[in-house]
């Protein structure tokens, strides 16, 4: 599951995500963080379902850190997509390709809401959720 992490500058320098890792054992992958002394945003993706994700997020949660669970990223709207390909090359993790078919394939779980897909789109047929 991939989830945004906000930190408020009461617990931004405090190792919560370390101490998360080293109480659940899980291997969380940090996917884009915007991180200074006074605030913190990171996508995370933690790689577990059930009990164990619901424990990582209470460990984030009683630390102070705010939790939003990412469900949906991105949306294409295919009919007004025109295929052109101007999303894809500038995409930093590749999620977006084109099908055998030249129509635009999207690929969730490499896409970290960047945004960048979303600006380079000249008929502005993406947009973030």
């Known amino acids: 599951m991939r989830v945004r992490l906000i930190y408020s500058p009461d617990v931004v320098e405090k190792p919560i995500l370390a101490e998360v890792i080293i109480k659940t054992g899980l291997l969380i992958n940090i996917?884009?963080?915007?991180v200074d002394a006074?605030?913190?945003e990171l996508?995370?993706?933690i790689p577990t379902i059930g009990?164990?994700?619901e424990e990582a997020l209470a460990l984030f949660r009683r630390a102070g850190v705010q939790v939003q669970e990412i469900t949906k990223v991105l949306q294409i709207d295919h009919e007004r997509c025109i295929a052109c390909g101007a999303c894809i090359s500038p995409c930093p993790t590749h999620a977006l390709s084109f099908n055998d078919d030249w129509t635009i394939k999207f690929d969730e779980e490499r896409c970290v809401a960047?945004?960048?897909c979303v600006n380079a789109c000249p008929v502005k047929a993406i947009k973030l959720l």
Not at 31 to 34: F, V
């Open 114 to 116: 960047c945004g960048t």
């Open 51 to 53: 009990e164990k994700l």
């Open 31 to 34: 996917l884009e963080a915007k």
């Open 38 to 40: 006074q605030k913190g």
């Open 43 to 45: 996508i995370v993706s």
